[in-house]
């Protein structure tokens, strides 16, 4: 029956955008299909929610940068800008936060989407590239909803990146508040779970999560 597994795959990949809740990324709240992701977004924002995108991106055709051939820059059909991957064969990035909505005259129903990823590089997506949401999350700040640390000899959660601030849940149930900044020059243990049974390791730079 290897069938199975694929044709599973194959139907949740249409079910639409998964969207993970604050501190949790294993148990989606909610799937949305993509013509509302752009509402849904708006509310997120409005409440000052940190997100981030899982997105199925064509690195050239949806490049963001002018010094390429780009379907949303309308430089498509121009041979003589080169492409993306040209430049950048290695790039495998799915990971982004969202920079900014921006309309899309042939299509007013279908706004791209501007995205960027942990090391500045952007595209622009439609809204039907999205494949997962998570909030409480950023790719750029490096905050990673639902990773563990240990913080004065206590296992901690990021449950939420909101408003500028990381909220962390230590194990006696308090909970704290850090600015990223301020989370940076912690340089906190993180506590990795899914390697040699919880074994501690420690980042140079700063990993986060967060929740809601």
């Not at 991106?57 to 490049?63: A, C, G, I, L």
């Not at 990823?117 to 439609?126: A, V």
Request: with cysteine; glycine share 6%; net charge negative.
């Amino acid at each position: 029956m290897n069938y199975v597994k694929p044709f599973q795959e194959f139907d949740s990949v249409n079910e639409g955008v998964f969207v993970y809740p604050p501190g949790n990324p294993y148990e989606k709240e909610r799937t949305i299909q993509w013509p509302g992701l752009v509402d849904w977004i708006n509310k997120w924002q409005g409440q000052g929610q940190h997100f981030s995108l899982v997105c199925d991106v064509d690195y050239d055709k949806h490049t963001a940068d002018p010094k390429y051939r780009s379907v949303p820059l309308g430089t498509w059909s121009d041979k003589s800008l080169p492409l993306f991957t040209e430049e950048n064969p290695r790039y495998d990035e799915v990971d982004f936060d969202l920079v900014e909505i921006v309309d899309n005259p042939e299509k007013p129903r279908e706004p791209y989407l501007k995205i960027v990823d942990k090391n500045g590089i952007e595209f622009m997506i439609p809204p039907f590239k999205v494949m997962e949401v998570q909030r409480g999350d950023s790719v750029v700040d490096n905050i990673r909803s639902g990773s563990k640390y240990l913080i004065d000899k206590m296992r901690a959660t990021i449950v939420n990146y909101k408003n500028g601030k990381i909220l962390v849940r230590l194990q006696d149930g308090s909970v704290r508040e850090y600015d990223p900044q301020q989370w940076k020059s912690k340089n906190f243990t993180e506590i990795d779970e899914k390697r040699n049974n919880g074994m501690l390791k420690t980042f140079e730079s700063f990993s986060n999560e967060s929740t809601d």
